[in-house]
């Protein structure tokens, strides 16, 4: 299926278009033109939501459209009248889409409204259900509401059918409002006067429940036309909420007991009376009609979801420091390289001015958020080249001096005043990619992968052709070491094989062990890898091949004499983050040489072995060189 997601650049459409892509289906993400963060699917803008917008081009081919967009509060200062504002844009907005939705053929609109359809707070053990009673005081929830009805309006004269969704409180990684406030606070270590607020109960439901209930209800028949109530189906008070948080932040709950009414009363003093309701009150749902009509089940408890939030939280706010300090250590490192570099720099500019009497030119390139900016380079053509790609240029242009500089890097040097400095091939960089550091290096990586996985193959292998992944470590510092380097080969949308690269230390031999995602079997081990392994092992392997998200490569060891004995076992994890500054910067300034401790790890753990008296077992005699062949 073809399905659109309107606000796919907010906090729910952002995450269901990251799950969608992991189905399936072909996603069409909907936003504004000032889109900040694009994802790996198509995308179709609008200028603005309201209820004049023409979507007769982004509704072209779709069946499902999932409705995120929305307004959630308008300030007196914004607008005259916030209450019309919500409605032209909750209300009317979304009759307007649905409208043009059923002249595009679509098969199911599914419209995400609110808990506040249902009210601010529920009675002692009477939860929400989808019913409602009367209509909502509260501008948002009436404008939802308003929808709601008008959404059922036109399904019922057409062939489209609806899904109505009232999430209460969503909260997940990125959450702002209310939630990241209490974490925030909690942080810091505020006491906050919530600690004796023990006997309400509020229903919650984590972004992850949402977005996996939201794609039930894409796929389930019998969703058609129906309203239903979300929540993690597990509802918490507020002491407990805040002790859940201090968890997964890792600091003391010093959250102070103070009687509900006491706070109520000082509240409504002050003419906050609201505030001290959401505090203090209960908001309950019944999830029982998605759990009985759809056989639906949040998949994440309130707890771990509550923590996981709480710990990109603050993960975000250590990434967001060592922002604060990059533009400094930027300075600082750039400055120093240029110093450093500043007699050769002097020397090539000299050569380059008699050369071609030009040595300097600047390039405008495309940097970060499609921002130019300026790039320094030393000159390795005549000035009278044309202005064209480099690969097109014929090589008479390049003078003498720009061979040289070409071959070693030095025409970039001066990009240390004006480029990120962090992240590149070049030999001053913090993290560096060397080519010769994979597989030999004697040509580019993916074909050097997909000739040593035909090597390994042998005749039972085809066609070794399609995309390579790999999961590798860069040169830190100008060091590199690597026990494990992982490609993977992918055919056709689907990971074919694994090709593990393992090294030794201290012996710094290498060897390949192919691993064939179809059908993953056990074989014996065949590197001496450790002094304190024997040979006589067995390797069994568990492997998540890269997706939107995650990847992980597990390794049992066993003893060949004793089947049942694990003598080693190893996972590697990975969350997939985005290369940007914020991330790359957080990485390097946590472990500033991965390399490096890595290998100071090895060698003190085997000392550790050491001291313990563990057997050691000599290293066999080498077989054929360094590099040795292994399947699996």
Known sequence: MNILVTGANGFI?????????ETSHTIIACARHSVKHTLDCEYRFIEKLDSNTDWEEVLQGIDVVVHCAAKASVTKDNVEDPSKALKEINTAATLNLAKQAVDAGVKRFIFISSIKVNGEYSLTSQPFTPNVSHPPSDPYGLSKYEAELGLKEIASNSAMSYVIIRPTLVYGENVKGNFQSLMKWTYKGVPLPVGGIKHNLRSLVSVDNLVDFIITCIEHKDAKNEVFLVSDDDDISTADLLEEISKGLGVKNKAVNI????????????????????????????????????????????????QKTAKYYKSSLAASQSMSLQRPLDIVFSTTGLVVASPLLIGVTAIGYLDTGSPLFIQERVGKNKKPFKLIKFR????????????????????KLGKVLRKTKLDELPQLMGRHWQLGTEWYRWARFKRADYLGGAEDLGSSVKAKIAELAGPAAKDIEGDVFCLVHLRYLGFYFSPLNVYFLKQQDRFRYMLAEVSNTPWHEKHYYLVDLANIESHAKEFHVSPFNPMQQNYHWIIKPPDASHCSVHIGVQDQNEPDEKVFDATLSLKRREINQSNLSRVLVKTPSQTLYLVLGIYWEALRLFVKRTPLYRHPKKQGGRTEKGTA
């Open 13 to 21: 459409g952002q995450a269901l278009v990251k799950s969608l892509l």
């Open 259 to 306: 009687p509900p009414k006491l706070i109520n009363t000082v509240v409504s003093v002050i003419g906050k009376s609201g505030v001290g309701q959401r505090l203090s009150g209960s908001l309950q749902v019944d999830i029982s009609e998605a759990k009985t009509l759809l056989g639906w089940e949040p998949k994440y408890s309130t707890s771990e979801s509550i």
């Open 380 to 399: 390795t053509m005549k000035v009278t080249t044309e202005s064209v790609a480099s690969h097109l240029v014929d090589n008479t242009s390049i003078t």
